[in-house]
């Protein structure tokens, strides 16, 4: 087994998901004339933006949606495009980091729930590929189970960017904040380091063998179809 380092570095890095792949988590939520669309997927930013009206036309024309839907899903992707493309150039922390990441998540008829640790400092990492093992090991056989997976782990990874980048702007200003972000944060990764080296091999820091699963008790519950018209009626009145 490869060594953790005790301590995180202190080097900045230009702003970017700890993936392989650095791609945008997109989630739509919309609705028109009581008609709603919801859908999560992941975009790559370096896409012309010619690709999104693309992208919200076809989608309307294959899920039979009012024109009006054309405007509003092109503007929504936009919006997170524009967002994550504001960031990128800006410094974030990383380091020898291993966060618990969580899945509690309804696709179709499967109910997922699990929760993991994440190294932050592997940019060679690939949600796709945890989430098709972790399907392919639970049985799970809805192929939109492993995209959903893949797109809560990206959300969270990308949210914990943008909290890195944000730390790394007031570590900035402030040199006795800086000072004392960086103690607190050596400090954490350190001990979080030594505690988890037994949890991860050196290649992969993601992918849990099933001796380990015990820790965590993945969970996959698979619903009856009147639970889950149940389960859409009582979130359609929450919406409300």
């Avoid at 997927?41 to 989608?59: C, I, L």
């Avoid at 949600?127 to 049985?139: I, K, N, S």
């Avoid at 009147?226 to 009626?233: G, M, S």
Wanted: hydrophobic content about 40%.
């Amino acid at each position: 087994m490869k060594p953790l380092p005790a301590v995180a570095s202190k080097a900045p890095i230009k702003f970017r998901i700890p993936t392989a792949e650095n791609l945008v988590p997109i989630r739509l939520d919309i609705e028109i004339d009581g008609q709603r669309f919801r859908d999560a997927f992941t975009w790559n930013p370096t896409d012309p933006d010619s690709e999104v009206v693309v992208f919200a036309k076809r989608t309307v024309k294959d899920l039979k949606l009012p024109p009006a839907f054309i405007t509003q899903i092109a503007q929504s992707i936009q919006s997170q495009l524009t967002e994550f493309r504001s960031l990128e150039g800006q410094e974030m922390y990383t380091g020898e980091k291993l966060v618990p990441l969580k899945l509690d998540l309804r696709v179709n008829n499967t109910i997922i729930r699990d929760q993991f640790l994440w190294d932050l400092n592997n940019f060679e990492s690939d949600p796709e590929e945890f989430a098709r093992t972790f399907c392919q090991d639970l049985g799970i056989e809805d192929p939109e189970v492993g995209s959903a997976i893949a797109v809560a782990i990206r959300e969270q990874l990308y949210e914990i960017a943008v909290q890195s980048v944000t730390t790394a702007r007031e570590s900035r200003v402030s040199k006795k904040g800086r000072r004392g972000a960086e103690h607190v944060t050596a400090s954490k990764a350190g001990g979080t380091a030594l505690d988890l080296m037994k949890l991860f091999s050196g290649k992969s820091s993601v992918i849990r063998k099933r001796k380990e699963w015990d820790m965590y008790e993945p969970i996959v519950d698979l619903l009856s179809n009147e639970e889950v018209d149940a389960l859409d009626a009582r979130e359609e009145r929450n919406a409300r």
